[in-house]
Structures are given as C-alpha cells and as structure tokens.
C-alpha cells in the first residue's frame, strides 16, 4: 500500500450560500506529482487555502501526514512548502535578504540558501533587489523559499502564472526532479491540462467546486476514448439497422459516430449494411485528444 500523504474528506467552503469548494476528496500517495486542474474560479486556491490552514473549511476535514491539520496545523506545516497564487517578497530587499527572513522564521542552516538558490537556478542574481527581477525570477525565488525548509509536501498554486514558454518548461523540469530527487511529493494547480499532463502521475479535476475526476494520468487517457465515423450512402435509415449494434448513434454532420466496436462486430455491422442495400464509403476510428477531453469535462466556453 502506498503511504498516503494528503487526504481531504468531503471538503467545503461556502461563501454567502455558494459553494466555492464542495465535498472534495483528494488524495495523494506519497512521491506523487499530483495536477489539480480547473478553469478560473473553479475552487483550486480556496481548496489550497484550506489545505494550508489559511482559511478554515465550512465542513469537511484536510489530513496531512495521517493527522488531522485542524489539530496538528504547527508540526504539519512545518514539513510543508507552498507558493499561493503570487509570490510575497520585499521588493527593496535581494534575494538572498528575502530567503534570510524567511529561513530564520524556519531556523535552518544559511548553507540551505545556497542550496535553494542552486535548484532554482538563481545563483548569481541572489544580490540583486528583487524589485528588478522579472516575473520568471520572482516565481523561482517563490519556488525557492517554498523549498527552504526542506519540506515533505510542496503545494504550488499556478506556479507558471504569467510565465513565458520557456520559463514554463523550466519550472516544469524542475518540478518533475522533485520526488525523485529530493522525496518531495508535489500538488500543483493549473488551468491547462497541457501543462501538467507530462509532469504528473495523478490528475484531480475540479469544476465549480466538485472534484469531477481523479485518477491516473492513464485513466484519463483511456477516458478519451476513440469513436466510430462511417460515412454510408443513407445516414437516416442507416442508422436505424445501427441502433442494433450501438442504441446511441449519433448523426452528425452526414455522418454516423457510434462507440468503438470489435473488428468482429465492425466486419457483422458493415456486411448488414451492405445487405440491407447500403454504400459503405468509410470506417473511420476517431480519437479524442487529452485536451478535447479534458474541455469537455470543464466545458470549454468557461476557460
Ligand atoms: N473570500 C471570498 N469571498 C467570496 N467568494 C470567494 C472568496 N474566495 C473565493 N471566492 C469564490 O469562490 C470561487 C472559487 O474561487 P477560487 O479562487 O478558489 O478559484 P480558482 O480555481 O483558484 O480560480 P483561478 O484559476 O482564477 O485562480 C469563485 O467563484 C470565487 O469568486
Ligand atoms: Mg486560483
């Protein structure tokens, strides 16, 4: 069994009788990369504000570690690392000056801000005031202040926010080193499923505040699953000799979609059309894209 290292059960937060989070249940094994994504306003910070005890849930529980945090917020914390949407720092103050507040609050070793500044790749800017820093930079510092007190779990709330591709690419390797590098499990939030699909193991899909899939990677995929197109010479009586096989064929567009049969069914499906006087021009196999999918899951016009 693997060990697992967040968990929320049946987590809510109402505001004014809305629900901006709903009975969400996530829960993530240790190691994992877990995506949480969600179009805007889909309930990813307000879930992530009770994960880190920021605000308090309306009903419903967030476990970390295998204690409860309501009761254990001070040692849990501890061992967690987060960056909620933008990063704070002092603007006047350098990098290095902005880490050195924070690692005293922590109370590690200075070495450590060596160590973050490397993995952030910061080295050589950390004299500089931060004030000067682009976007990119200050979301790595954000990064880096996440990591310094060596931290179990590390919760990034759209870390990309605002990044150009390659600064994209960069955090995302970063992020991808994390478990296996430093046994660091990570949940990152995102509204692109592109973006976190080739770094997460996990996927968790939340939409006006209910989780509506979580699951593997693998699973979502195979939820993407492939249709039929057959283009024949009478879609309309067609479709009624098809309704045999597959009750819920669709007519689209001229053409008729039907759920992926066997090879064997497709060979019976299309030798009784022909028999029944039909012109069978074309078979085709359809396939959903991740991101097809993952739109029609959330509804695309509200991205
Ligand atoms: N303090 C608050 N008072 C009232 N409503 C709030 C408050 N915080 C959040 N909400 C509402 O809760 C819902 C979820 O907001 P939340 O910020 O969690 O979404 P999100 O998924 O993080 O979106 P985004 O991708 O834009 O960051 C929204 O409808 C928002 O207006
Ligand atoms: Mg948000």
Do not use: C, W
């Amino acid at each position: 069994m693997s060990e697992i290292v967040l968990e929320t059960r049946q987590l809510t937060k109402t505001y004014k009788n809305r629900a901006a989070v709903n009975n969400v249940s996530l829960s993530l094994n240790k190691g994992d990369i877990y995506g949480f994504l969600g179009p805007n306003g889909a309930g990813k910070t307000t879930t992530i504000r009770m994960l880190l005890g920021l605000i308090r849930p309306t009903a419903g529980s967030v476990h970390v570690f295998g204690k409860p945090l309501a009761t254990n917020k001070l040692d849990i914390l501890r061992r967690v690392g987060s960056l909620v949407e933008y990063p704070s720092y002092y603007g006047h103050l350098t990098a290095r000056e902005n880490l050195e507040t924070i690692r005293r609050i922590l109370d590690v070793p200075v070495s450590r801000i060596d160590e973050v500044l490397a993995i952030v790749r910061l080295t050589g800017e950390e004299r500089r005031p931060v004030k000067g820093f682009s976007l990119g930079m200050k979301q790595r510092l954000g990064i880096a202040a996440a990591l310094l007190g060596n931290p179990e779990l590390l919760i990034l709330d759209e870390p990309t926010n605002g990044l150009d591709p390659a600064g994209i690419h960069e955090i995302r390797e970063l992020i991808k080193s994390m478990p296996k590098e430093f046994g660091v499990t990570v949940l990152i939030s995102s509204h692109l499923l592109s973006e976190i699909e080739h770094m997460a193991n996990r996927v968790g899909i939340i939409r006006e505040g209910q989780l509506i899939f979580q699951d593997s990677i693998e699973m979502l995929k195979r939820q993407a699953s492939s249709q039929l197109r057959l283009s024949v010479s009478d879609p309309e009586t067609a479709r009624l000799t098809i309704a045999r096989y597959d009750s819920r064929a669709v007519l689209e567009d001229g053409a008729l979609y039907l759920d992926l049969l066997s090879d064997e069914q497709i060979g019976r499906l299309v030798a009784h059309l022909v028999q029944e006087g039909h012109s069978v021009y074309r078979v085709e196999e359809i396939r959903k894209s991740l991101e097809d999918l993952f739109l029609d899951l959330v509804g695309g016009d509200s991205l």
